[in-house]
């Protein structure tokens, strides 16, 4: 059975701070591995990894992902107020139908 | 671009009713899911359709879940009778895909309709 595994499961940093988020998985035949940002309501895509090494990059945000090792990290430097929300991984099996398989996220605070 | 719809938002029943859920996604997108996220958790597939047609439905809980896709658009997911433990939120999310056997890693999700069943 696949797995996806995220850690931490809460952080609470303060405005400006850099947080790194961890996910690691195991699945049986690799395809892709995606970020969500879960705020209040609708998941909304941050990125997909599907090669090892190569970081995605959008503002603040980036992510890189390590083939070898079962894991990707997520970083946001700089956070905002506005990058509190839940922060999803989840993995894609590409003998499934590319359904999403998830952690449980990590929620993520920023106070002021 | 119009996002993926969901309604109701919000369902509050008692155990042992029915409930139906609909989901309308980004037009042109084949293929449409629909997770189950429990509280702390994340979202678990329940079933997936590419067109009017399922490709797994290998989570659904038979015995009270049903979806159908009938056109290849609009969906809608029932639960017959629900009990407590399906209070969740359930999401509905499209990508494209076309082809027959053909998918597209990246899903747009719906705001979700949250269950509490009482």
């Known amino acids: 059975e696949d797995k996806v595994v995220q850690s931490p499961l809460s952080l609470v940093v303060h405005e400006g701070d850099t947080v790194t988020l961890n996910c690691s998985y195991e699945?049986?035949?690799?395809?892709?591995l995606l970020w969500y940002k879960q705020e209040k309501k609708a998941p909304t895509f941050l990125f997909m990894l599907?090669?090892?090494?190569i970081e995605k990059k959008s503002g603040r945000l980036s992510s890189i992902l390590d083939k070898k090792e079962l894991f990707s990290i997520l970083n946001i430097t700089a956070t905002q107020t506005g990058d509190s929300a839940i922060y999803l991984c989840?993995?894609?099996?590409?003998?499934?139908?590319?359904?999403?398989?998830f952690g449980k996220g990590t929620s993520l605070l920023v106070t002021p | 671009e119009a996002g993926v719809a969901q309604s109701p938002r919000y369902k509050i029943i008692e155990k042992r009713q029915s409930v139906a859920f609909w989901c309308n996604p980004i037009?042109?997108?084949?293929?449409l899911y629909w997770y189950q996220q429990i509280l702390g958790q994340g979202p678990k597939l329940l079933i997936q359709f590419q067109n009017n047609g399922v490709v797994d439905d290998s989570q659904l809980p038979k015995d009270r879940f049903s979806a159908e896709r009938l056109k290849g658009v609009d969906s809608t997911l029932k639960i017959q009778p629900a009990k407590l433990e399906d209070s969740a939120v359930y999401l509905c999310?499209?990508?494209?895909?076309?082809?027959?056997?053909?998918?597209?890693?990246?899903?747009?999700f719906g705001p979700g309709t949250r269950l509490l069943v009482l």
């Open positions: 599907t090669s090892s090494g």
């Open positions: 699945v049986t035949n690799f395809r892709s």
């Open positions: 999310a499209s990508s494209l895909g076309g082809l027959a056997g053909t998918f597209q890693e990246t899903q747009y």
């Open positions: 037009s042109g997108h084949a293929t």
């Open positions: 989840a993995v894609v099996n590409s003998n499934s139908g590319y359904a999403l398989n």
